[in-house]
């Protein structure tokens, strides 16, 4: 201890001495170690598994059921009313949840500000919200149909009734009431795997949850990719028709449920085609969250590209300060020269090299910290759509620490070992 204290006094000595040198150094590592940094935490975001503790038990279901002759092998994901209601039936899952996305005007009805905020809706059923572990703040889930009852998030509770328990108040919702029976609690799903279609898997959570039967009757707008093979005049008008705009998840506990399932979705694609529509060649699908997020490419493939990029940034950094190092050792050779001329052993020096290296990396560990922080934020600026997709967490920051710690000790080795074998009497002359 004693040792390293004495190592320690004297690196803060050298560092203070040649304190213009040591700057250039860390912010050569820090910009590196930031913008790494900073480009982690998107991609670490993007790769998160939304639900860890239950993500292999949550699966999407994709029908291979077409209503018209020679469909493409290619499954839509995507699904009719009818085929939709259909799986609602099942008694195999522990929840079953259908869904389509829409958008409205909202305000509180008894407020005297007629000022209306746009809001996301999910038109959904009941099990959504333990399928998804939704907390609730106050009150619950509707437990009717057609009930003109929804759920709001803690965001429009707050822009709406100014927070609180909101829970018996009404709101209008494109200028027709409704109930709120339930406020869920600040809840951020990230991914939001159960819309990862049409670049929204990072948007912040939905503002209004609805019965699907009440959002359908009160004609909100689909707001999601669909498609039709027949003319179909309003969003009601689909039940019975070929509009495919509702997406169904199923919460499958036991391998036994899932097989049960697939028989469930196969004996209804056949019913299906005796009825007269057809079938594609691939077979009807489950995935669950973590497959379903692969098989839409959420970790976007450029921001891979510029991982990779990052990287060897870094390790440009690492070696223009290695190169700053070496040059500052070649300039101290004879300081070193008489350390080792009174009795320095080679270990001595290499020994107070690594202390130097631990304090330069704790320095770039907190700068480097403010960059990936700066950079994060540039990159919010620049692509809007990563607003929602990542921060730098705890986790992240312990990563930085350990980065920037390992690239100082990089930067370190080599000029260490060349000052530590240049000879003696080399040195002294």
């Known amino acids: 201890m004693e040792m390293f204290n004495y190592y320690l006094k004297l690196s803060v000595r050298n560092l203070k001495r040649n304190r213009l040198f040591f700057i250039l150094m860390i912010s050569t590592l ?19 598994d939304p639900i860890p503790h239950k993500s292999d038990r949550i699966f999407n279901v994709t029908l291979n059921i077409w209503p018209n002759e020679n469909p493409s092998a290619r499954l839509r994901e ?35 500000n007629l000022s209306r905020y746009p809001a996301v809706v999910r038109a959904t059923t009941p099990d959504f919200f333990p399928m998804m572990d939704a907390p609730f703040a106050f009150g619950g889930a509707w437990t009717e149909d057609h009930a003109k009852q929804v759920v709001i998030g803690d965001s429009l509770n707050q822009q ?29 799903v990230k991914p939001m795997f159960y819309h990862v279609t049409g670049t929204q898997a990072f948007d912040i959570s939905d503002d209004i949850f609805a019965p699907i039967e009440t959002a359908m009757d009160s004609e909100w707008a689909i707001n999601v990719q669909s498609s039709q093979t027949e003319q179909i ?33 196969d004996n209804y694609s056949q019913h299906r085609k005796e009825q007269g529509d057809f079938l594609r060649a691939n077979d009807n699908r489950l995935l669950d969250v ?48 008489l350390r080792r001329a009174i009795g320095a052993r080679i270990k001595d020096i290499f020994y107070q090299g690594l202390v130097e290296s631990m304090i330069i990396g704790l320095c770039c560990a907190a700068l480097a910290l403010v960059f990936g922080w700066l950079f994060l934020k540039i990159s919010m600026t620049l692509f809007p759509k990563l607003q929602y997709t990542s921060d730098i967490d705890a ?15 990089i930067s370190m080795i080599y000029p260490l070992i060349r000052s530590c074998q240049t000879s003696l009497s080399t040195t002294l002359k």
């Open 160 to 188: 709406v009734f100014n927070g609180g328990d909101s829970v018996g108040k009404t709101i209008e919702i494109d200028g027709k009431s409704f109930e709120v029976v339930g406020v869920l609690k600040p809840w951020v």
């Open 78 to 112: 995507t699904m009719r009313y009818d085929d939709a209601m259909h799986i609602l039936k099942n008694e195999i899952a522990t929840n079953t949840l259908v869904h389509y996305q829409s958008k409205v005007y909202t305000r509180d009805i008894n407020s005297d």
């Open 233 to 265: 005049d309003s969003v009601s008008d689909n039940r019975g028709k070929n509009g495919f705009f509702i997406q169904a998840f199923v919460q499958l506990d036991t391998p036994h449920q899932k097989l049960a399932m697939q028989q469930y979705l």
């Open 290 to 337: 973590n497959q379903w997020l692969e098989h839409h490419n959420v970790v976007d493939e450029r921001m891979l590209a510029f991982a990779i990029a990052t990287s060897l940034f870094l390790a440009v950094c690492i070696f223009n300060a290695s190169s700053l190092l070496l040059a500052r050792y070649h300039s101290a050779r004879f300081e070193t020269g």
């Open 30 to 48: 820090a910009v590196g170690v930031g913008v790494f940094l900073a480009n982690i935490a998107i991609i670490k975001s993007m790769a998160n």
């Open 395 to 409: 986790s992240l920051i312990i990563f930085g620490v350990i980065i920037a710690l390992t690239t100082s000790f």
